[in-house]
């Protein structure tokens, strides 16, 4: 059973009411606990005889058994703890309580809220903890914070098991519009007309490498790809390793006037209408060199809930320190993918990584080889080759096959 911990001054969060509700509903109604069973848990209950009820209700859902008040107490009996749940009379007294199952939706939904606030209360005692802990390693301690909150955040929306015909709809729609307007893209357009007609933009919950040799236009492109999205009204958070925000800025101007980049280095010409088409744009720059994958994730945390950021770019990957576990630079890498794939899924935005190809691939003259990745990308990924076959990069090691793009 759960122990909590509260000033001695303040209730913890739960109704008793609504708890009875729910399982007096469950109690009358043979089908009520389909309405419940993917939205609460046995520890959402506060009320341990009530965990002990719920508990045995859903052990016989598994079972695919009846549940009304006479299973319930066999079930209870069965594991020696009818009693501690209040006895048959507590639970024709749950049954008699309850005139109608038709609002355990409802009442779910306040058992629920409770609960997450009783989570809360726990997340920032076990925060407190650690910060009275003194940790030395404060950007992890940081992060394992936002993870507890986050994740309360992700429960309280509560993703719930939806029936195929409403996922049918809007599938519907979604390709009616696509069929209205078939020259658009589907997900988030990047600009450039040859990208977007194969990849159809850039899809929310992505993770894309934009790999390369050293000085062919990686981060040019990024920029491009940035300054359009963001023209576009998606708001673009980039995380520069390499240059000061000062050089990114220098850039954007240099694309937006489509001058010199030197001259404007220089300040032999100062495009005051690209200055002023930049001013607004939904653009956030972090120059912090060598940022951890810790710190990445916890600002770019804070700028999607303030500045609702909707892609991210990452110069260069390879500039990103990882946790400090690792053994070598390889697993410190995948370490890190993986990182910022699990954080585009988190937050529901792109994240494209640029990433440096060794300079022996260079070296060795012709194309890259997908071995000259490893650094960046592991064994699962995704490789999307030219003909249009998507296959795992484990099966092309060794080969070189013309590629259109990976995804992690």
């Keep these: 059973m759960t122990v909590e911990t509260r000033a001695p001054d303040r209730q913890v969060p739960f109704d008793e009411s609504a708890e009875q509700q729910v399982l007096g509903s469950l109690l009358i109604d043979r089908d009520a606990i389909f309405k419940v069973a993917d939205l609460l848990r046995v520890d959402d209950f506060y009320i341990a005889r009530h965990q002990r009820i719920y508990d045995a209700a859903q052990a016989l859902l598994e079972r695919r058994e009846r549940i009304d008040p006479l299973t319930i107490q066999m079930e209870l009996s069965r594991r020696?703890?009818?009693d501690r749940a209040g006895g048959q009379a507590y639970?024709?007294?749950?049954?008699?309580?309850?005139?109608?199952?038709a609002e355990i939706d409802r009442y779910g939904h306040i058992v629920r809220d409770r609960a997450i606030l009783r989570r809360l209360l726990g997340a920032a005692t076990s925060i407190a903890a650690d910060a009275y802990d003194e940790p030395t390693d404060i950007a992890?301690?940081?992060?394992?914070?936002?993870?507890?909150l986050f994740a309360l955040r992700d429960e309280s929306a509560n993703a719930q098991l939806r029936h195929i015909t409403a996922s049918l709809q809007s599938n519907y729609?979604?390709?009616?519009?696509?069929?209205?307007?078939p020259f658009e893209v589907s997900g988030i357009p990047s600009g450039f007309r040859e990208v977007d007609y194969y990849t159809e933009g850039f899809t929310v919950g992505d993770l894309i490498v934009l790999a390369a040799r050293p000085s062919v236009g990686k981060t040019s492109l990024a920029l491009g790809m940035s300054f359009n999205v963001a023209r576009r009204g998606h708001p673009v958070l980039l995380f520069s390793l390499e240059m000061d925000a000062k050089q990114i800025v220098s850039r954007y101007l240099a694309l937006n006037s489509r001058m010199d980049l030197l001259a404007l280095r220089t300040g032999n010409i100062i495009d005051t209408d690209a200055a002023a088409a930049l001013h607004g744009l939904p653009v956030f720059i972090d120059d912090t060199p060598g940022i951890s994958i810790m710190e990445l994730r916890t600002k770019a945390r804070r700028a999607s809930t303030h500045e609702k950021i909707e892609v991210i770019i990452v110069d260069y990957l390879q500039l990103v320190r990882g946790g400090g576990d690792e053994e070598n630079r390889v697993q410190e890498i995948a370490t890190i993918t993986r990182n910022l794939k699990s954080l585009a899924r988190e937050l529901g935005v792109v994240i494209i990584g640029l990433s440096q190809l060794s300079r022996a691939a260079g070296d060795s003259g012709g194309e890259p080889k997908l071995s000259t990745l490893r650094e960046c990308v592991t064994g699962d990924t995704i490789v999307c080759l030219a003909d249009g076959r998507r296959v795992p990069i484990s099966e092309l090691v060794g080969t070189c096959p013309e590629v259109l793009s990976v995804e992690n």
């Excluded at 992890?140 to 507890?148: H, I, K, M, T």
């Design 80 to 82: 020696e703890e009818l």
């Design 91 to 101: 639970l024709r007294a749950l049954a008699d309580g309850v005139p109608t199952a």
């Design 140 to 148: 992890l301690a940081l992060d394992r914070a936002e993870q507890r």
């Design 173 to 181: 729609e979604h390709l009616t519009d696509r069929m209205e307007r």
